[in-house]
């Protein structure tokens, strides 16, 4: 997929009057939040009102987010209308999400559905993914296949049945093959850039005015072992 502009730290894969579609890099919060840092909601803001000479203040709806460490596709609205058909899609699961991840180890199978109950922890931020339903704990399922093994690692391909909190992080970690750089979750170090390999990949989604058929695919992030995958 054509990237349209990459400027002022934003990729942006695709524009029109109802929606924006960026992707995120490694670090960027998508909206604010106890850190003070500034959102990536707020550079898109300046982004539209750079280019369209906007007066004033620039509407932008956050539909969705990804974590601060994971890479790929965030899609913001430019309408309230737009907004309030997003949101719907994205709550009634009339989206297809599909995830690229690198782990080392190797998981059992080539191809799988994970089904795991995920139980959140406010405290430390994390979800810890179990076997049986426990208290407080919500259903969580994938579908991976290995699509490439690299040197020391092996890249997956994940597509999302549910939302949770950490889903692909905690249920990964879970089998045994939790994802490069997430210490959280068990890799033994940290990558450079303080980032994990994971990178919403692709998106595919009804536009919420015009109704046609969205295809978003994000390139991967400039380094050697994603450009491997």
């Known amino acids: 997929m054509k990237v349209i502009s990459d400027k002022n730290n934003l990729q942006v894969l695709h524009e029109d009057n109802h929606i924006i ?8 919060i998508v909206q604010g939040d106890k850190t ?4 990536l909601s707020d550079v898109v803001k300046e982004y539209i009102k750079d280019k ?13 987010r990804l974590d601060r460490p994971t890479t790929g596709i965030v899609v913001f609205a430019r309408t309230s209308k737009a907004l309030t058909r997003l949101n719907e899609l994205f709550k009634n699961r009339e989206t297809q999400k599909t995830y690229w991840a690198v782990v080392k180890n190797k998981p059992s199978e080539k191809e799988a559905k994970l089904v795991h109950y995920l139980k959140r922890n406010e405290k430390n931020n994390t979800s810890k993914a179990h076997l049986k339903e426990v208290p407080d704990s919500k259903v969580a399922s994938l579908d991976y296949k290995i699509i490439k093994e690299l040197n020391n ?3 997956l391909e994940i597509n999302l049945h549910t939302g ?3 889903q692909i992080r905690a249920q990964l970690s879970a089998i045994g093959s939790p994802i490069k750089g997430d210490l959280k979750y068990g890799f033994d170090r940290s990558n450079p850039d303080g980032g994990i390999h ?3 990949r692709k998106l595919v989604f009804v536009h919420p005015v015009t109704k046609e058929n969205i295809q978003i695919i994000a390139p991967v992030p400039d380094d050697a072992i994603w450009k491997a995958v």
Not at 36 to 39: A, E, F, I, L, Y
Not at 52 to 64: I, T
């Open 198 to 200: 994971l990178h919403a």
């Open 153 to 155: 690692y092996f890249a």
């Open 21 to 28: 579609v960026v992707n995120k890099r490694v670090g960027d």
């Open 36 to 39: 003070g840092d500034k959102p």
């Open 164 to 166: 949770r909190h950490h």
């Open 52 to 64: 369209y000479n906007k007066p004033g203040e620039v509407f932008l709806g956050v539909v969705h």
